[in-house]
């Protein structure tokens, strides 16, 4: 196989990783323009997987043309991502929300309810 790609592959291989680089940079304005913890912690999240997302069919594509076979090595990275991210910014959250909480901060009330004595009688 010689190492020219055609045109039209190159220019989608371009902008796969362009539109992955572009959506990075978005998160990182997000860091850059949010206020508090809990407001900036959504924006490197959401974008870092989206943005790998590009990254990865980019990869996939070119080194699955260019190589002697579809590579997956891309995919399970991609997968990687996608599974750990949203687990650690779970971790995070709850995290710096217990630390504000015992600081006396406003922060929104607890999601989880208080099981009194009448409901565990019934």
Do not use: Q
Request: charged share 10%; net charge positive; glycine share 6%.
């Amino acid at each position: 196989m010689s190492d020219a790609l055609p045109l039209w592959l190159d220019i989608v291989l371009s902008a796969l990783v362009l539109c992955g680089a572009a959506i990075a940079f978005m998160g990182s304005l997000g860091l850059l323009r949010l206020a508090t913890y809990f407001e900036r912690v959504h924006a490197p999240s959401i974008i870092a997987t989206m943005g790998c997302w590009c990254i990865m069919h980019a990869t996939l594509v070119y080194f699955s043309v260019t190589g002697n076979g579809l590579a997956l090595h891309a995919l399970l990275i991609a997968l990687f991502i996608a599974i750990t991210v949203p687990v650690t910014n779970i971790f995070l959250m709850r995290a710096a929300l217990f630390r504000a909480r015992r600081a006396g901060e406003k922060v929104p009330p607890s999601l989880s309810r208080v099981a009194d004595s009448s409901t565990l009688d019934s």
